[in-house]
DNA sequence: CGCTTTTGACCGGCGC
DNA sequence: GCGCCGGTCAAAAGCG
């Protein structure tokens, strides 16, 4: 597995370990972003928890009607994917008019369903990037449709197009930015 | 022309 | 076995 170093950006962010997920929570600490429970809006009472450890580990619960994929992924041969690799889940609630958030990545939409007991469809994305098999979901709460339910699948096994970008046209800002550790961000930002 | 979006069909798991 | 459901495929259309 592929470590990328420490992105400002926190959506660019993948990894779940905890360190990892200090970046998320520092960004996402502004009320307009919440973890989610990995239920993704399976239980409206969980709305406004943040559950790091479920929506980190993808626990036995899985997605809340999907069929069941929790210990392994069968692919179309019959092939079944790594459990690790599939525990990269990360699923968050952001208030939003947009459903379409520029998360440093880009992505195609490859489906969308209409989901039960939900009024709003829920859309599906794989990332653009040749040989990276990151997905992301889409949905507006259905409690509250100010709120967009994003949740992602995987891990990116690339750089972020945005990362690129500065580590080209700024490679002194970005080196700087980008080997700050956790802990650091915390000392020297973010208190 | 190449990439993305749309959208109905299809697939596999689950409950009955 | 059958129907429901969530997830994915893929052809066609759209777009820059």
New binding site residues.
């Given amino acids: 597995m592929e470590y990328y170093p420490q992105n400002p950006k926190p959506s660019c962010n993948y990894s779940y370990t905890n360190e990892g997920l200090d970046p998320w929570t520092i960004e996402l600490q502004p009320s307009d972003y919440l973890m989610l429970d990995d239920g993704f809006g399976e239980d409206s009472s969980s709305q406004n928890m943040v559950s790091s450890e479920q929506v980190a580990s993808g626990s036995s619960t899985g997605?809340s009607?999907?069929?069941?994929r929790n210990n392994s992924i069968?692919c179309?041969n019959g092939v079944n994917k790594n459990k690790t690799e599939e525990e990269h889940r990360v699923a968050f609630r952001t208030k939003s008019d947009l459903e379409i958030m520029d998360d440093g990545y880009?992505?195609?939409?490859?489906?969308?369903?209409s989901?039960?007991?939900s009024p709003n469809p829920?859309n599906?994305y794989k990332c653009?990037s040749s040989g990276c098999n990151v997905?992301k979901?889409v949905e507006r709460d259905r409690e509250d449709s100010r709120y967009v339910l994003t949740s992602y699948d995987g891990v990116h096994n690339h750089e972020s197009p945005c990362m690129a970008y500065y580590n080209n046209q700024m490679p002194l800002m970005a080196s700087n930015a980008w080997t700050l550790q956790p802990s650091s961000l915390h000392s020297s930002s973010f208190s």
């Fill in positions: 997605y009607g999907a069929t069941s069968k179309k880009k992505w195609r939409k490859y489906g969308k369903k989901v039960k007991n829920r599906y653009s997905k979901r």
